[in-house]
């Protein structure tokens, strides 16, 4: 019954995943349960094909874990051996199983179940992640905030009871957010939440962080060309074989069958984007999505379709993709623009398109719908 549900789930992500996958047009793998360490993960076999355009073998897998469709694809002379492809998703599943929310055993879960209570020992990824997230609620004066779990769950967006909640529920539980009640001992490796209720939520970022630590992964096991794509966060190995960008759809945020509407040529870089289209549910004439407003305590409606954060590290495009959206157009594109490294295309509810200055000619409106403006104009 589990997998049937998961299974699901997959086949809805697996039409986004195409269209941010580099070759869209290949028809995907099925995906099987295996069993690989403790856990069974849903999971393809390899898929490899001859690539004329770089004259190297790719070969491919893909899973669902951490509630995604991850597909990972490495270049090289030969088939990569199945064993590296066993240690890339047993690493994804042991950060799962640490990072979770919905894990009762994760560390997440112990931190939250002992809030008020007492700090709780946890790895070092935890203390990284939630040093992070306390980094980015500072940038963001707290719009971004990772003790979002009590509204995530009162909202339950992307669950079977999804509803628009009553004013007096969300009052009380925006009451119980606030970053600057998490005491984190880095020395100690412990985690306190102050008060009994709160509840970390790390979903905006932890997709992100896994997938910095795949590409470690990989490039240690003498991989140098590859792309991992954890459900549309998208991070490249170097180039391609032939020093060519990778070449990566950027979801058109208004498509229900994920449609692309532009093209970003990468090297090296991550591609995270954050947008109303990801989870949401309708009512009325409303759609909910799953970015919440800690200051307001519903999801954030701010005129912005999408938001696509082109970084060096997938973890900061995580990040900054929730906390761009958050802000909205003109503080995130200023945010933007003042960080080294970091891009970013803004898809608004108008049809309007904003590019961050240093992305030149590396972003290509396909989609003729839209139109490149300037915050000028
Ligand atoms: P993303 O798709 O990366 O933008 O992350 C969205 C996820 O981040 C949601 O599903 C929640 O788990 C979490 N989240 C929602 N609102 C916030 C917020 N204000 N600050 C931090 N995390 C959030
Ligand atoms: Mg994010």
Known sequence: ?????????????????????PSPSESEPML???????????????????????????????????????????????????DVFDQIFGLIDIYENRVSKTISTSEVSNINENAGVEPVAVSDAV??????????????DGLFDVTIGPLVDLWGIGTDHAAVPSDDARLTEMSKIDYQ????????????????????????IAKGYIADRVKDLILELGYDHAIINLG?????????PNSDA?????RDPQSSSGNTMGI????????????IYERFFNAGDTRYHHIINPKTGSPEFNGMYSVSIVSDTSVDGDALSTSVF????????????????VEAVFVMEDQSVYVTSGLGDRFILTEKSYVIKSLTD
């Open 1 to 21: 019954m589990k997998y049937l549900k998961t299974f699901a789930v997959s086949l809805s992500v697996m039409m986004l995943l195409s269209a941010c996958s």
């Open 32 to 82: 099987e349960p295996t069993v690989g360490g403790e856990n069974t993960i849903l999971r393809s076999t390899s898929k490899v094909t001859n690539d004329a355009q770089t004259k190297k073998i790719i070969t491919t897998q893909e899973s669902f874990q951490i509630g995604t469709h991850i597909t990972i694809k490495v270049y090289d002379d030969k088939e990569v051996p199945n």
């Open 127 to 140: 203390i990284d992640l939630v040093e992070i997230g306390q980094n980015y609620a500072a940038l963001t």
């Open 181 to 204: 009640k998490i005491e984190i001992k880095p020395l100690d490796k412990t985690i306190f939440l102050k008060e009994t209720g709160m509840e970390i939520d790390l979903g905006a």
């Open 232 to 240: 549309g966060n998208v991070l490249t190995v170097g180039t391609k």
């Open 246 to 250: 990778w070449q990566v759809g950027v």
């Open 264 to 275: 970003l040529k990468l090297e090296d870089n991550s591609i995270v984007s954050s947008g």
């Open 326 to 341: 958050l802000l909205g157009l003109e503080k995130g594109f200023a945010l933007v623009e003042s960080l080294s490294n």
